[in-house]
């Protein structure tokens, strides 16, 4: 380094000076002499400094510089003080302002500094390939090794690849619930389901998939009894209520010769296609206790005999009196009798109004809200058909809602009624006596809950009408009469209608019952709302049907064969106890999404492979899972599941013997 000077104005002095700046010479990579400031030094005509001094002064920093990587040697001093000063003042102003490479202090190695794995790389080579959801599939395999699907499987003597293979179907069909064959490419092309569970994943295929579906259902009722037990000894449930309904899935195709599909009455409305029925009992955390496929046209009373046999072994032993809470339509007097001969309490609504009941002595109205703060009022009554409890329910949102529709229907009604009456004196209008009781018929049955409160009377009268036509020598003359033309005549008697009167029944409220229902059980308790609350627990099933059918892609059904059917059915029913052991566990920490957007959430993290080129034509290759977002590590905190199935898989292939980036898919090192 040395001083180099220029003119300049020193505002100080407020004349022309010299102002000094520390340069240092360097070649660049064209070997030209370039410079470059080191340091601006300032005016120093003041400071009364010799040559001499500015000499030495640039010497000893020069030194000092060069030798600061190089501690075998003594930095150089020099015997004047005032050069001495002038040299620590610009060393200290080189170093503050970073003008130069100082040596610190080796720093101590820190404990994240261990196995540190360096590589000079070039960053023009670096590829990302094979990039895969991994999110949903390393949530749900930690649900199937929580609820221990494996090691039941184990203990019946399943082979490890038919327990991995069944593993990854199950998750599949919650993932991304789809037919074998799409799930095979779905495995194939975008997940990473596979290095979950540990399958080959070029072994995956659509018949597998079938395969293994069927061996999966061939232990279905062991398998339920054990999931049953696990879930009750994990989340400390106990089946105190438990539910029961049904539901039906409908059929793709005409399933000829099948003796599960059946026509019956759709839910979805799918008259038009068969169906096959799903009769659940689960409890109030939405976890089944038994399910049973039905035949289609199956009716929903003759169903629960068979199910309430079987509900005491595949839950725990504090079933024995369990509640059991049903749907109107199976709470036939059958049953509900049934029901109390097996040891079981009852909950349901009452299939029939009460018209005569008794407020209960010291029974007090008590008002509650539903989920939507809607008031509603419930009081003990007792009724002389029976010796049940009934909760009378006054919903004042239901009493609204059933008035509006009440009118509509009325509206609707009478004017169906009229358009009969002015058919009849039309001139080609339907007047026949039985045709117009038919049209009256049909609106009876399109507004059933309304013609009921109506009076109807029809006017009639005789009518002989006459028909003539030409003489037909093939006709029977004893049947016939002949006219003066030479005409058969045919003569016809009916009765005609002449008027229709309608109107509603005297003494009658259309609106009476609105927004009253009763709840019918044999529990004894007289806290109101806890009854009250013990009904609601119904909608939990509903919500069950609702993920299988919806979330889960249940139906519609395309097999053709009665086994594979069943068999899907079941591989739905095993996904959703895998999301419902999930969804459970988050709604206990206040997550209450969908199935859905608990999928969207997690497939955000995916499995990457990176590719690079070292400076040995080393080809090094890093498969790693992506860090988790903010709304995945929630989840996975609320679940208490680990964050990656792995941190890293390393391999290093040189570029001349790399043909394919294939050929490093098989040769894996495992690295923390």
């Known amino acids: 380094m040395y001083f180099k000077f220029s003119g300049r104005h020193n505002p100080h002095t407020g004349k022309p000076d010299w102002y000094y700046r520390l340069v240092e010479s360097y070649r660049n990579s064209d070997g030209r002499v370039c410079h470059r400031t080191m340091l601006n030094v300032g005016f120093l005509e003041g400071e009364g400094l010799t040559t001499d001094q500015m000499n030495l002064i640039q010497k000893i920093l020069t030194q000092r510089v060069e030798q600061v990587q190089n501690m075998l040697f003594d930095i150089p001093v020099s015997e004047d003080p005032v050069v001495n000063q002038y040299v620590e003042t610009y060393y200290n102003r080189l170093v503050a302002e970073k003008r130069i490479d100082v040596l610190q202090e080796k720093p101590k190695k820190k404990p994240f500094d261990k196995g540190k794995d360096l590589e000079i790389i070039d960053l023009n080579s670096i590829r990302n390939k094979d990039v895969r959801e991994i999110g949903a599939e390393w949530m749900s395999y930690q649900a199937t090794e929580q609820l221990q699907i494996g090691t039941f499987l184990e203990s019946q003597g399943w082979s490890d690849q038919d327990i991995r293979l069944a593993q990854t179907h199950i998750i599949s069909r919650a993932v991304y619930p789809a037919s074998e064959f799409e799930t095979s490419r779905w495995i194939r092309d975008n997940s990473a389901i596979c290095e979950v569970t540990g399958f080959d994943r070029e072994k995956i295929s659509k018949d597998k998939l079938y395969s293994i579906a069927k061996k999966l259902y061939s232990v279905k009722d062991n398998l339920e009894q054990h999931l049953s037990l696990r879930t009750n000894e994990l989340f400390d449930i106990e089946d105190k209520i438990v539910l029961y309904d049904l539901t039906n899935a409908y059929f793709e195709g005409r399933k000829q010769g099948s003796k599960l599909a059946k026509f019956g009455r759709s839910k979805e409305k799918r008259s038009d296609a068969k169906l096959v029925v799903l009769a659940l009992v689960i409890n109030p955390q939405g976890f089944i206790k038994y399910s049973s496929i039905l035949e289609g046209n199956m009716s929903d009373p003759k169903t629960l005999e068979g199910m309430i046999n079987k509900l005491r072994v595949k839950t725990s032993d504090t079933a024995q ?122 609106a009876k049955q399109k507004y059933p809950s309304i013609a009921r409160y109506f009076d109807i009377e029809i006017e009639s009268k005789p009518y002989v009408q006459e028909k003539t036509k030409q003489k037909n020598k093939q006709e029977g003359k004893n049947k016939s009469q002949y006219n003066q033309d030479n005409q058969v005549v045919e003569t016809q008697k009916q009765q005609i209608a002449t008027s229709i009167k309608w109107s509603i029944k005297p003494d009658v409220d259309i609106n009476a019952r609105s927004g009253i229902y ?127 199935p792995f941190t890293k898989k390393k391999s290093v292939v040189h570029k001349s013997e790399l043909e394919d980036s294939q050929i490093i898919e098989q040769q894996f090192f495992w690295s923390d």
Not at 336 to 345: A, E, S, T, V
Not at 371 to 382: E, G, P, S, W
Not at 571 to 576: M, Q
Not at 631 to 640: G, H
């Open 321 to 442: 009196r369990a509640l059991v809470v049903i749907d109107a339509g199976i709470a036939t007097e059958e049953n509900l009798k049934m029901i109390r001969d097996k040891g079981y309490h009852y909950m349901c609504v009452s299939r029939s109004t009460l018209k005569q009941y008794s407020k209960e002595a010291d029974a007090a109205t008590v008002t509650v809200t539903d989920n939507k703060k809607q008031r509603i009022d419930l009081c003990r009554v007792k009724s002389d058909r029976n010796t049940d409890y009934y909760l009378k329910v006054e919903s004042h949102a239901k009493e609204m809602k059933e008035r509006s529709m009440n009118e509509q229907f009325l509206e609707r009604f009478e004017q169906e009624m009229q358009k009969i009456a002015d058919s009849i004196h039309k001139k080609s209008g339907v007047k026949q006596l039985d045709k117009v009781h038919e049209r009256i018929g049909r």
């Open 518 to 644: 009763f709840l019918r059980t044999t529990l004894e308790s007289d806290c109101e709302e806890l009854l009250w609350q013990s009904y609601n627990v119904i909608r939990e099933i509903e919500a069950t049907f609702r993920v299988l059918k919806t979330d889960l892609d249940l139906r519609p059904i395309y097999h053709q064969k009665d086994e594979n059917t069943m068999a899907h059915l079941h591989l739905g029913i095993l996904a959703y106890w895998m999301v419902n052991a999930v969804r459970y566990q988050l709604k206990q920490n206040g997550i209450n999404s969908g199935w859905k957007e608990i999928v969207r959430i997690m497939n955000t993290q995916k499995a990457v492979s990176t590719l690079a080129q070292n400076q040995v034509e080393e080809v090094i290759k890093i498969r790693r899972c992506s860090d988790p977002n903010q709304k995945v590590i929630q989840l996975y905190d609320a679940l208490k599941y680990k964050y990656a």
